[in-house]
């Protein structure tokens, strides 16, 4: 998996190309430690994203919990691919995310 960063002020956009899975999330939950403190805005594309673990949704909810434990930001997700959006609406993380 790759991850592409691009800034924009506070607004932060991370898409990841690729896996999302056991192997590559620690590489995505270390790029969202290294944005979040200074991101009120944090975009993940996910267009170009092939496939999301169980690994995965664990590092998006605790991305998300951050932001809301913080009480200021928020975090969006963009450009969900049919698989991706059946794993969100079976694991019931389409009523926990901002998902445009």
Do not use: C, W
Not at 32 to 49: G, H, K, M, T
């Amino acid at each position: 998996m790759t991850i592409e960063t691009k800034e924009n002020g506070k607004e932060i956009t991370l898409l990841p190309a690729g896996r999302l899975d056991t192997t590559t999330a620690p590489q995505l939950e270390a790029q969202i430690n290294a944005v979040s403190e200074r991101a009120e805005r944090l975009i993940f594309d996910f267009q170009e994203l092939e496939y999301l673990s169980s690994a995965g949704l664990r590092v998006l909810l605790a991305a998300h919990k951050f932001f809301m434990k913080r009480g200021s930001g928020e975090m969006i997700i963009r450009h969900v691919n049919e698989t991706i959006q059946e794993v969100f609406e079976v694991t019931g993380f389409m009523d926990i995310f901002t998902i445009e």
